[in-house]
């Protein structure tokens, strides 16, 4: 079975699938931007048992490498990684914008637009879809305060969580728009092929909120 999961945003999307047609067996999603590391592995372990499966059932772990907030991302991709080396078994790694712009029903060219916090947004462009539902990367990702890039996006379906909290700057019509990835299209993308696999490494874009102190100060006089 293929395992898949996403960390990037504010949810916790998980996924199992038959790891060659894509054909979901079980899958859940949580909203809530505090607790990755509290919902992800009770979310793994109802998604194995709904689908009748163990731990060692599984021969690969798709995973969402961002760009993402620090903490959120790291949960995922350390969970990914652990997981993959205990089983003896592959992890791949997807951009995380791919599998929402490969969530998107449109026959158009498509913008993502993801919550970077700081008010800034993770974008990218995407080209329509081929035969086979792929979407070819044009631009990105990047990260940019959304008046920044409004004139990069404009013109363009956007979708992800920035087109929403910045709806106005972007000029994004009122519509539903799908806010966060999905595992399932993660780990049907996996393993029909139609999402570009990458190296499970971390897509930051930037540094940490949090920095290593630089020691204490002298206060001797100089």
């Known amino acids: 079975m293929l395992l898949a999961f996403d960390t990037s945003s504010a949810a ?3 996924a199992l699938a038959d790891p060659t047609s ?4 079980a899958s859940s999603t949580t909203v ?3 607790r990755h590391g509290e919902l992800l592995a009770p979310a793994i372990a109802a998604a194995l048992e709904k689908a009748g499966c163990t731990p060692r059932d599984l021969t690969r772990i798709a995973v969402g490498v961002g760009p993402g907030p620090f903490t ?3 949960v995922g991709l350390v969970t990914a990684r652990t997981m993959a080396d205990v089983l003896g078994i592959e992890v791949a790694g997807v951009c995380s914008l791919d599998v929402l712009a490969r969530q998107s029903s449109l026959s158009l060219p498509v913008a993502v637009a993801t919550d970077a916090r700081r008010k800034e947004i993770y974008w990218a462009l995407y080209d329509g879809p081929a035969a086979d539902g792929s979407r070819r990367r044009l631009e990105g990702p990047a990260v940019d305060r959304p008046a920044e890039v409004a004139h990069v996006l404009s013109g ?3 979708i992800g969580r920035g087109a929403v909290l910045y709806a106005d700057v972007l ?3 009122d519509a539903e728009v799908v806010e966060y990835p999905s595992a399932e299209v993660l780990a049907t993308g996996v393993a029909t092929g139609t999402l570009e696999v990458v190296a499970p490494d971390p897509l930051y874009l930037r540094r940490p909120d949090v920095t290593m102190s630089g020691g204490p100060k002298s206060v001797l006089p100089n």
């Open 22 to 25: 894509g054909e979901i067996a």
């Open 12 to 14: 916790v999307t998980v």
């Open 156 to 158: 363009l379906p956007v």
């Open 72 to 74: 959120g991302l790291r």
């Open 171 to 173: 000029g994004v019509a």
């Open 32 to 34: 809530d931007a505090l």
